[in-house]
């Protein structure tokens, strides 16, 4: 498929080739790459980035997105991996994009999901790529979406992405995936308390994981979050998770349930992608998947037009001249914040 990349350079237009092409080793090495150039802050390679993301567009939303988020110690990995696994047996190509937390002191980041699946990430029909988040708020990274599209365009179907796991921040990956799912576990103490109200009211699907090592725990948690998630009653999933109730008829509504499994035993596994794939076929027949991924393109561009203007704003010669002072002065008390924004925007002028 080279001559439908005829018009880019020609490194993009072997990586757009390497991409979309169907020699494994090829294709694994081309995206790589091209993640790797997407994740590039120098101003040349975002140039060729977008060249590149644009010409393989009209590759990508084959594949079903599904976000994974829960607690450090939920065992979002190792669900990954055997949910994973369990999918390639049934004849899916699996992609799963993990982000893992940056230290707030040196940058830093241990990247260790391909050594935590280590099976799947071996896998001829998996690809996992690790990314730090870099301080990027909602538990993914920043350019989670883009390399989610590489994927995509690779022709897996089936594309997950982990989130971080740190906090009430995780709602993120809600805003680019088709489904979101929560992990908890089944002896965290009192379930309802430790339950993140943003958080739950965006999950499709809430999962008690490690239900082996203590049922009855596991069956308690279970009927205390479906209790509370009907408490929440608001809840309900159209394009990007707000509109009409009855928008398309009440038979078509999704309902999130609360299932139990257990990863390491491979447990629930079937039922879990049963769930997930009555979830799809209702969001597809309402009309509310591709309502939901245009939403999502929206609020994409609009948040990468506002981080564009802060970068351009702190760039300005004018700005970075009286940034310092008018700082101190706020800090001061000498200036109003409300003031110094004012000033400071109208040098752009």
Not at 238 to 264: E, Y
Not at 279 to 289: K, M, T, V, Y
Request: charged residues 20%; neutral net charge; glycine residues 10%.
């Amino acid at each position: 498929m080279t001559e439908d990349f005829s018009h880019l350079p020609a490194a993009e237009q072997a990586l757009a080739a390497g991409i979309v092409g169907d020699q494994p080793t090829v294709q694994r090495r081309a995206m790589a790459k091209a993640i790797t150039l997407l994740e590039s802050t120098r101003p040349d390679h975002r140039l060729r980035a977008d060249a590149l993301l644009n010409a393989l567009l009209p590759h990508t939303g084959h594949a079903f997105r599904l976000g994974i988020s829960g607690v450090p110690g939920v065992g979002k990995s190792t669900f990954i991996e055997a949910l994973g696994l369990y999918l390639i047996g049934q004849g899916h190509r699996v992609a799963v994009l993990a982000v893992d937390p940056s230290s707030s002191v040196s940058g830093g980041s241990i990247l260790g999901d391909k050594t935590r699946m280590e099976h799947l990430s071996v896998h001829p029909n998996a690809y996992i790529r690790p990314s730090p988040s870099s301080g990027t708020l909602g538990g993914v990274a920043e350019k989670t979406r883009e390399a989610m599209l590489i994927a995509e365009a690779a022709g897996y179907d089936v594309v997950v992405i982990e989130t971080v796991g740190v906090g009430q921040s995780e709602t993120a990956v809600s805003g680019m995936t088709d489904m979101f799912c929560l992990l908890q576990l089944p002896n965290a103490g009192d379930d309802l308390q430790a339950i993140k109200k943003g958080v739950m009211e965006l999950a499709d699907l809430v999962v008690i994981n490690k239900a082996d090592i203590d049922p009855n725990a596991a069956t308690r948690a279970r009927a205390q979050i479906t209790s509370a998630l009907r408490l929440l009653g608001m809840h309900q999933h159209h394009g990007g998770g707000h509109g009409d109730a009855h928008g398309h008829g009440g038979d078509l509504l999704w309902q999130p349930q609360v299932l139990q499994l257990s990863a390491l035993k491979g447990a629930g596994l079937p039922e879990f992608w049963a769930a997930v794939t009555r979830f799809r076929e209702l969001q597809a027949a309402s009309g509310r998947l591709d309502q939901r991924r245009q939403q999502q393109s929206l609020a994409w561009m609009w948040e990468r037009i506002e981080a564009g203007l802060r970068a351009r704003f702190r760039a300005h010669p004018e700005v970075r001249g009286q940034l310092a002072d008018t700082t101190e002065q706020v800090r001061a008390g000498r200036l109003a914040a409300s003031v110094a924004a004012r000033r400071l925007l109208d040098l752009l002028n």
